[in-house]
């Protein structure tokens, strides 16, 4: 959870929970208020392609919530790579102008 919890930091999350291997990250516009990032800026399916893109496959929600269930058989090293590649996501979407304009200044 430490290497999930950093994503705290990064200005699309708004907030982290999971307990043992589930997870989710809250992505937002407004990271004080919480507010979810508009629907018409498409956040889940914007998420979904680029983490695919980037060998990643997660759950993204409509409600701008990023979900994951990594198998249980999973290792350190394999979930320092999830980790990797949803940083690497989340940095790239945020390069996104439609994703830009949503985000609370």
Request: hydrophobic share 45%.
């Amino acid at each position: 959870m430490a290497g999930l919890e950093a994503m705290r930091d990064h200005p699309l999350v708004g907030d982290v929970r999971g307990r043992g291997m589930l997870a989710a990250i809250e992505l937002v516009s407004d990271k004080t208020a919480r507010t979810p990032l508009p629907a018409e800026a498409q956040p889940a399916r914007r998420i979904f392609d680029r983490a695919w893109e980037n060998g990643l496959v997660i759950r993204a929600f409509a409600n701008g919530v990023l979900g994951y269930a990594p198998p249980l058989c999973c290792t350190d090293a394999d979930i320092d790579a999830i980790l990797e590649k949803t940083l690497r996501t989340l940095d790239q979407t945020l390069e996104d102008p439609d994703v830009r304009r949503a985000l609370k200044d």
